[in-house]
């Protein structure tokens, strides 16, 4: 392998692929990136296995071939380059030549051919979508996926096309078992994309499809039960499905919801931070008691003492108080755009809906906790 | 003052209560083939048997022994009347096992005529409602009591009116926590009672022994910062068997497992307590103990959840045995029914809670055995066959 590239070019792909790389991994080949040249152009990949980089960036190959040499030392190298372009060169026993400018570097890799295989994801049904949506909609879901990897089927995004009156929405749902989070968007196009069945994106590769679509303009992405593709550009993510089936969500969130409360996102944000301060630290248990106009938010702490806090909230009816983990609200608050959002309740052992009439298509589930 | 109270070979008394003949006879308490002496009476230890020897060893010391088989549930019941009785002496009641208890009986009306008849009144309210003796020991200090209550078994009452002249005639064999090891380092030094630490330095304590060196230099002065807990934190719940035979047989192992799980699940229930932390214990033949834990993604205290995790730890432990001991624990306790609730498998929760609550009953009015798990049943006749006794007397 020989050729040149651009040092941004270089940089920019190895800097896209070090969130894919495990730092720390049983083969020791994962911790590397792969150099392929063929024709005109670089690409560059990386893998944990579960979730693949490709980027593919024009060059000048003088002499095809590949190499593997270890992601974050290359990266840290690139970044620093003195020159525009970079020169790199196969050599003997693995290793790989860099020059760019004075600076010359000879950097250890290991046997391309030992590079695992990426799946082929050719033929796979693909949907065009705008960044800004589909980073809208991961956003609104990502916070709430089970951080706990015992619970695989719950540790990622569930991703159905669903079909309401006569018009098709594609629903992003998200549980921890504790609260759980769904968005329907309206996409065109998404009538003749085919998803017979929901499927569950891995949580890593949702926050690595979310950066692709936060840089906005359009990503094609293609679902099959067993991989996403995700394209945008020079850049392609291969991620596997995680396995499992998602749990039956639709019936835990509350229908004949009675009680209903309007109050301000921010100002609620404001109170639960400075409530919950003195909340414990494992469970940030925090009291709502809302009565007539009023929500009060107070929070005991044997060890601490006590924090309380009134808001003006729009409620009429019975007074009630219910016990949450502020830190549930405050991460709905932040992914929530509405300035008045909606609680609602059937009763102090039901959980609770919130929705916004600034966040259409959204709404989330929160199930209370017994102080 | 506080009072230390410690039942005299209590199984064994209670054995000889609900067996009058006996009376006299060296009884001997232990269970399965292969297992320990858990008490003797007084005459079984003349021979020379001891708690926590191997049977076959009382055996040998003692041909002519009665050996009868460990009945929990019996002592349990003969332990709930004692500490009834104590706690109508003081409010500050703690239960530090089965047989002993602390009182703190500071300001109590029973103290009004003096530490001795405090302690003779204790103990003949323990004999007027169980027919069972106890040894009491009175002091100031929390380990003073301790010790004694132990200068004088059985039947015994030591008052400690003169702390220093007590502490004088304390051995270090007589301190609680003080092993063989510790004595055997202090013994190197010509020490061989707690009074002559004094003269060591307490730097030097603490060089030789840690944070333990430090605590004997307190105890050797006379201090003690521990009183009568009224709750001490449990921190773990937990039950172990040892097999009459080693066993290699998963199945037999797993259906073990569910006994345990449900003895478990039972005492967590009966504390309020739910736990994170699954483990399991295993000794194989050669002694080697293993524990592997896992953690439940909510705290528990229902039995089949608390199995589940345990077998599958089961399951996922390799070498294929045999064993000699299986065992079960549940950690990170906090109060049950409290924190977050879960969305799904409510329904499913509600339900299994129910069914604990119901087992609880069902095995409070009729003995642990009157309801057990069909899983666990093909293991009931090598364990405890004795909780039929026990729904036999009622």
């Known amino acids: 392998m020989e050729l040149t590239v651009r040092k941004e070019d270089l940089a920019k792909g190895l800097a896209k692929s070090q969130s894919v790389v495990e730092r720390r991994t049983s083969m020791p080949i994962l911790s590397n990136v792969l150099l392929d040249a063929q024709g005109e152009q670089l690409t560059i990949t990386g893998t944990d296995l579960e979730t693949s980089f490709i980027g593919v960036y024009p060059a000048r190959v003088s002499q ?42 000879d950097l250890v890799g290991l046997a391309a051919g030992d590079y695992p295989e990426l799946p082929q994801v050719d033929g796979i049904p693909q949907l065009t979508i705008a960044g800004e949506v589909l980073s809208e909609m991961i956003e609104k879901t990502i916070f709430s996926i089970s951080q706990e990897d015992t619970r695989f089927n719950l540790a990622g995004l569930y991703v159905q096309k669903r079909k309401k009156d006569d018009s098709h929405r594609l629903r992003f749902v998200s549980t921890d078992g504790h609260r759980l989070s769904l968005i329907d968007k309206e996409i065109p196009g998404l009538g003749e994309f085919a998803l017979e069945a929901g499927v569950i994106i891995p949580r890593k590769g949702v926050s690595e499809m979310r950066k692709l679509a936060e840089e906005g303009g359009e990503l094609v992405l293609g679902l099959s039960q067993r991989y996403a593709v995700v394209n945008k550009d020079e850049v392609k993510l291969i991620l596997r499905m995680q396995e499992g089936s998602f749990p039956d969500y639709e019936v835990v969130i509350p229908k004949n919801t009675k009680r209903k409360a309007l109050l301000g996102r921010q100002a609620f944000e404001g109170v639960l931070r400075r409530v919950s301060l003195i909340a414990t630290d494992r469970f940030q248990g925090v009291r709502l008691d809302f009565k007539d106009g009023l929500l009060e938010v107070v929070s005991n702490n044997p060890d601490l003492g006590e924090a309380r806090e009134a808001l003006e909230v729009d409620y009429e009816g019975e007074s009630f108080g219910v016990g949450f983990n502020a830190r549930y609200f405050l991460d709905l608050c932040a992914a929530m755009r509405s300035e008045q959002i909606s609680l609602s309740f059937v009763d102090e052992q039901n959980p609770c809906v919130i929705k916004g009439e600034g966040d259409a298509g959204f709404l989330s589930v929160i199930m209370p906790m017994r102080l | 003052m506080l009072a230390h109270v410690d039942m005299d070979a209590f199984y064994a008394a209670v054995e000889v209560l609900d067996r009058p003949e006996l009376a006299g006879a060296p009884v001997i308490v232990g269970g399965g083939a292969r297992g320990v002496v858990s008490a003797a009476s007084y005459p079984a230890r003349a021979f020379g048997v001891r708690s926590a020897m191997p049977l076959f060893e009382a055996r040998r010391r003692c041909p002519q022994g009665i050996f009868v088989p460990v009945r929990m549930e019996r002592y349990r019941q003969m332990s709930r009347r004692v500490m009834e009785v104590l706690g109508g002496f003081s409010p500050l009641l703690e239960q530090v096992s089965v047989d002993e208890a602390y009182l703190d009986l500071r300001g109590t009306p029973v103290l009004k005529a003096g530490p001795a008849a405090a302690g003779a009144a204790i103990k003949e309210a323990v004999a007027t409602a169980t027919g069972l003796t106890c040894s009491v020991g009175l002091a100031p200090l929390r380990y003073l009591a301790k010790i004694a209550s132990d200068r004088d078994k059985p039947d015994g009452l030591t008052v400690v009116a003169d702390v220093e002249a007590f502490l004088a005639t304390v051995t270090l064999k007589e301190v609680p926590g003080c092993g063989a090891k510790a004595r055997e380092r202090l013994g190197a030094l010509g020490l061989g009672r707690l009074i002559e630490l004094r003269a060591l330095g307490r730097e030097r304590l603490e060089r030789l022994l840690g944070a333990f060196g430090l605590r004997l230099w307190d105890l050797a002065h006379g201090r003690d910062p521990a009183g009568v807990e009224l709750e001490r934190e449990i921190k773990s719940v937990s039950h172990e068997e040892t097999f009459a035979r080693d066993i290699a047989d998963r199945a037999a192992l797993a259906a073990h497992l569910l006994n345990l799980a449900e003895k478990v699940s039972r005492r967590l229930r009966r504390y309020g307590l739910a736990g994170r932390t699954v483990t399991l214990k295993l000794r194989h033949q050669d002694f080697r103990l293993v524990t592997r834990r896992q953690s439940l993604p909510q705290p528990s205290d229902v039995t089949q959840e608390i199995y589940q995790a345990a077998r599958e730890l089961l399951v996922a432990y390799a070498p294929r045995g045999p064993f000699r001991l299986i065992g079960l624990a549940v950690s990170g306790l906090e109060p049950a029914g409290g924190g977050q609730g879960g969305l799904f498998d409510r329904q499913e929760q509600a339900k299994a809670q129910a069914l604990g609550r119901a087992e609880d009953l069902v095995c409070q009015r009729f003995g642990q055995d009157a309801l057990r798990r069909a899983g666990g049943l093909a293991v009931l006749g090598q364990d405890t066959p004795t909780g039929h006794d026990e729904v036999g007397k009622k």
């Open chain 1, 64 to 105: 095809p071939g590949r190499v593997t040499v270890p992601a974050r030392k290359l990266y840290e190298i690139a970044k620093e380059l003195p020159a525009e372009d970079v020169y790199l060169k196969e050599k003997e026993n693995n290793y790989l030549h860099i020059t760019s400018g004075r600076a010359t570097y």
